[in-house]
């Protein structure tokens, strides 16, 4: 079965970090883009970043641009996102994601816009309190 683990969720404080970790079991990262929403309470989904492992390349949302940082290490068979100056607008349950290996910020954006997922973790709260 394949399946996503997040982890690293927690309360902050405004201009704190948290960093997410997404580890996989029954399948490796090597075929699959891999990719975080999150969603509030009331708000839709949202699409945060996503990374290809097929060349490295890397899509941000603009809301979290220049603050957060996604990368991969197929070796632990696990991606990370690295949240720093975190912002109460931030709050929100993270799900890490897995779909087809596309490549290049275009097609990445593409694919987090679409929702071509097929594989979705259970989630990890992020609090970002003033």
């Known amino acids: 079965e394949m399946q996503l683990v997040e982890s690293g969720g927690g309360l902050v404080q405004t201009g704190g970090s948290l960093r997410l970790s997404c580890s996989a079991s029954?399948?490796?990262?090597?075929?699959?883009?891999i990719g975080w929403f999150r969603q509030a309470p009331g708000k839709e989904r949202e699409g945060v970043s996503c990374i290809s492992s097929s060349d490295g390349s890397t899509y941000y949302a603009d809301s979290v641009k220049g603050r957060f940082t996604i990368s991969s290490d197929n070796a632990k068979n696990t991606v990370y996102l690295q949240m720093n100056s975190l912002k109460p607008e931030d709050s929100a349950v993270y799900y890490c994601v897995a779909g087809p290996n596309y490549s290049g910020t275009y097609h990445l954006k593409e694919l987090l816009n679409l929702g071509y997922f097929d594989v979705w973790g259970q989630g990890t709260l992020v609090s970002v309190s003033l």
């Open positions: 029954g399948f490796t990262f090597d075929d699959h883009a």
